[in-house]
Each structure stands twice: as C-alpha cells, then as structure tokens.
C-alpha cells in the first residue's frame, strides 16, 4: 500500500532533476521590509549583477498575504557532490562551510545591501532535502 501511496506523489516530479539530479538542499530566509520599502527595493537589492554559484541554484521570493512587509526566500540548490548522498548531517555542514569559503565575499556584498531594506526575523535555515513529492494532479 505504501509503495502504491508513494507512486502517486513521485509522479512528475523528474522536471525537479537537472542532469538526472535532484535539488539536496533547501536554504529558508524570512525578512521583514522596512518602513517606507517595497518588494521591488527588497529585489533591486537582492538580485545579484549575474549568476555566481557554481551549481544550479533556484530561489523563491513570496510574500506574505497577510504580512506584505514579511518576505520568505527558500533556495533550492542542486549538487552532483556523492558526499551530499550521505545521512551524515556534518557532510552538509561542510559544504555550507566551504561554500561560504568560496561565495562569501559575494553573498557579504549582497547581504550589505539587503539590509539597507529589510532586516531578518530570524538567522537563515539550511536543510537537506528529503523528498520531492507532486501533491498536484
């Protein structure tokens, strides 16, 4: 029964994959707008000049329908790393470490003018992905 269940969420979920792979990590963001600042100031500042990451990277903005001043950012990011196939939560930590190492001065800048316009209402989350699953027909 279980497997049957699980087939109906599996389908169509391969348009999630790039390269055969599918996302392993999701990093969540909330932020809140200050006063006087819109989405578009919030997206003038967060767009970067051009893509940097080395591995495809997807990101969501959406707002809050009962909070407009309430941003949430949810990435999702795709690596081919084996190392990232493991249960052994450190192996992410590592990435994070090393992608900071590699990115940061980027994401520094980024983040600089960012807060020019919105401040965290909460340290961002990194989480590794369990399941993909198409709750949709």
């Known amino acids: 029964m279980k497997?049957?269940?699980?087939?109906?969420?599996k389908k169509n979920i391969e348009k999630f994959f790039i390269n055969g792979?599918?996302?392993?990590?999701?990093?969540?963001?909330?932020?809140?707008?200050?006063?006087?600042?819109?989405?578009?100031?919030?997206?003038?500042?967060?767009l970067p000049q051009e893509p940097y990451y080395g591995s495809p990277v997807f990101v969501v903005n959406a707002?809050?329908?009962?909070?407009?001043?309430?941003?949430?950012?949810i990435g999702l990011v795709w690596t081919d790393d084996k190392a990232a196939d493991t249960d052994d939560m450190s192996i992410y930590q590592q990435k994070i470490v090393e992608w900071g190492q590699?990115?940061?001065?980027?994401?520094?800048?980024r983040g600089d003018k960012i807060d020019?316009?919105?401040?965290?209402?909460?340290?961002?989350?990194?989480?590794?992905i369990l399941d993909l699953d198409n709750m949709g027909k």
Do not use: C, M
């Open 3 to 9: 497997q049957e269940q699980d087939k109906k969420f």
């Open 102 to 109: 590699k990115y940061g001065e980027q994401d520094a800048q």
């Open 21 to 46: 792979i599918a996302p392993k990590i999701a990093s969540v963001l909330i932020r809140k707008l200050k006063p006087g600042q819109t989405y578009e100031d919030f997206r003038k500042e967060w």
């Open 116 to 128: 020019q316009v919105t401040d965290d209402v909460r340290p961002p989350h990194v989480y590794k």
């Open 63 to 73: 707002q809050n329908i009962y909070d407009p001043t309430e941003i949430i950012t």
